[in-house]
Antibody
Framework: QLLESGGGLVQPGESLRLSCAAS????????MYWVRQAPGKGLVWVAR????????TYADFARGRFTISRDNSKNTLYLQMNSVRAEDSAVYFC??????????WGQGTTVTVSS | QSALTQPPSASGSPGQSVTISCTGG?????????VSWYQQRPGEAPKLIIY???KRPSGVPARFSGSKSGGTASLTVSGLQAEDEADYYC??????????FGGGTTLTVL
């Protein structure tokens, strides 16, 4: 099971940290992803992180502003979002990778960027 | 990192088969057998239904099948049921260690 938290209303230019608490599986064995979905829109890949936290990749819009990280001792995945923009408003899902398919998803946390 | 191309909508009557396509460029679908498909019902998180082009996770009905030809992957839903009405998204690994989703297809069961 994955449970996201940390979403909310934030002003443009501010920062926010999302968390994703994992349970029921060996968290440290899996690559993890963040995926977002703007209201009424499709799924968009944000970032991914390997199982020990040493390798990250980002979508173009996230690179340089967002940081994906994990604490395997706490079974938790993070997404640090800096310099947020209105277009970052979305539901953010964390998901577990299984053989290049995301087989476990959280219910999502909503981020709204507005002044 | 351009989105994969899916038709915005598809439809079929109960019992029929429907196929949804997912077309990419040369650096994604055509180059890797790492295509996955997701079903998303309104207000819910996505659910994995196909991974590595053709594989089904346990618990996913055999009515769902995947395939690929060149740069186009396809999801076929056979024996359509009312509960299959949902949005469907494809995704692929992309050269350079990226990922990309398709724009999504809304499947309507008539």
């Amino acid at each position: 099971q994955l449970l996201e938290s940390g979403g909310g209303l934030v002003q443009p230019g501010e920062s926010l940290r999302l968390s994703c608490a994992a349970s029921g599986f060996t968290f440290s064995h899996h690559w993890m992803y963040w995926v977002r979905q703007a209201p009424g829109k499709g799924l968009v890949w944000v970032a991914r992180l390997n199982n020990d936290g040493s390798s990250t990749t980002y979508a173009d819009f996230a690179r340089g502003r967002f940081t994906i990280s994990r604490d395997n001792s706490k079974n938790t995945l993070y997404l640090q979002m800096n310099s947020v923009r209105a277009e970052d408003s979305a539901v953010y899902f964390c998901a577990r990778d299984m053989a290049h398919g995301l087989d476990v998803w959280g219910q999502g946390t909503t981020v709204t960027v507005s002044s | 990192q351009s989105a994969l191309t899916q038709p915005p909508s598809a439809s079929g009557s109960p019992g029929q088969s429907v196929t949804i396509s997912c077309t990419g460029g040369g650096a994604d679908v055509a180059s890797y057998d790492f295509v996955s498909w997701y079903q998303q019902r309104p207000g819910e998180a996505p659910k994995l239904i196909i991974y590595e082009v053709i594989k089904r996770p346990s618990g996913v009905p055999a009515r769902f099948s995947g395939s690929k030809s060149g740069g186009t992957a396809s999801l076929t839903v056979s024996g359509l049921q009312a509960e299959d009405e949902a949005d469907y998204y494809c995704a692929s690994f992309v050269a350079g260690d990226y990922w990309v989703f398709g724009g999504g297809t809304t499947l309507t069961v008539l």
